[in-house]
């Protein structure tokens, strides 16, 4: 058995057990987010500049991007690159590429495939990847914020790109099914919003920050369970 098809065979067996598992979390990625906005709304300032690039990037998309040729191919551009990093990762080798303005765009790669890259583009910001990579190469790194300013509109970007692309009518939708798409998706979308945010917030420290505190009910959680067995195996004694 080649390696594509015995990824797929795995990453297909998982897919309800990743769904249940999204459903389960949403809560906790709910609470991270909330204590992320309080720190944000108690210290604002290191989220101006990626704020600025997020609404910068929405006027953009609605005043000009949203209608022109270049904004409905950069969108389906990066949706079908999107499909294709996914496919790569699991192990599938790119036979064929496409992606226009008015046509849409498809991907065709070696094997069936997997959920996975069917679902990647409606979660996973691949455009944050590349403009933070290219802030890397700005100049004057120490007296403009560029990094935060590309994430903001990565952000921005993301967001409105999922919101275009997430409808019934899209094929990639119905392959995936309604109740899955609602089971996976906000949860997935919650935690890529949340380590934008808290990068552009306090770097790497900050979503180590933001990760902790997510986890953190269902850590105390953990340790009253483990508190309660330990106290009932004390009284058994």
């Known amino acids: 058995m080649s390696w594509p098809i015995w990824t797929d ?3 297909n067996r998982l897919k309800w057990p990743a769904a249940i598992l999204a459903m389960t979390v949403t809560p906790l990625l709910a609470w991270g987010m909330w204590l992320l906005l309080v720190r944000s709304i108690t210290n604002p ?15 953009l998309w609605r005043r000009w991007l949203g209608r022109s040729r270049l904004g409905r191919f950069a969108v389906t551009l990066e949706h079908e690159a999107t499909h294709a990093l996914f496919a790569l990762l699991t192990g599938h080798r790119i036979v064929g590429f496409r992606a226009t303005a008015e046509q849409g765009g498809q991907v065709r790669f070696t094997e069936s495939g997997n959920w ?18 290219i802030a890397y190469v700005l100049p004057f790194q120490g007296l403009l914020p560029w ?49 934008l945010i808290s990068f552009a917030h306090g770097g790497s420290v900050g979503m180590r920050i933001w990760i902790h ?25």
């Open 147 to 195: 990094q935060s300013f590309l994430l903001g509109v990565a952000l921005g970007y993301h967001i409105v790109s999922t919101i275009r692309e997430t409808h019934k009518d899209q094929t990639d939708i119905q392959q995936l099914g309604t109740a899955f798409c609602w089971s996976f998706l906000p949860a997935a979308n919650l935690a890529v919003i949340g380590l």
């Open 45 to 59: 300032l290191p989220l101006v500049p990626f704020f600025a690039g997020g609404v910068s990037f929405v006027i």
């Open 9 to 11: 065979r795995l990453i």
């Open 116 to 133: 996975l890259i069917v679902a990647a583009p409606y979660f996973f910001p691949t455009s944050a990847l590349l403009l933070f990579l």
């Open 213 to 237: 505190d997510t986890l953190g009910p269902a850590s105390l959680l953990l340790e009253w369970a483990r508190n309660q067995l330990t106290l009932l195996s004390l009284g058994n004694q």
